[in-house]
């Protein structure tokens, strides 16, 4: 299985997975990219506005992705 790996980065890197974790294909890492955002976005405030870059094992960027404020709902 191809590993790809997830940076977090506004100006600078501020993470880089530089291990990559495998999955049977890009759109398996897209929707973990997905929910890594809305997990992110929950757990890390200093987060919001930076930018999640999904990296396949040859360099390739396959998806980005807004750190945005996840929606909080009325009850």
């Known amino acids: 299985m191809p590993r790809y790996r997830f940076e977090v980065t ?3 890197t501020i993470y ?3 291990e990559g974790e495998a999955y049977p294909s890009d759109e398996a890492a897209l ?11 929950r757990e890390n405030a ?3 506005g930076c930018t999640l870059t999904v990296v396949e094992e ?3 960027t ?5 750190i945005q404020p996840t929606q909080q709902l009325l009850q």
């Open 62 to 66: 396959i998806g980005e992705f807004t």
């Open 46 to 48: 200093e987060l919001l």
């Open 10 to 12: 506004n100006d600078d």
């Open 31 to 41: 929707r973990r990219a997905e929910r890594l955002v809305v997990e992110l976005s």
């Open 58 to 60: 040859a360099g390739t």
């Open 16 to 18: 880089e997975d530089t």
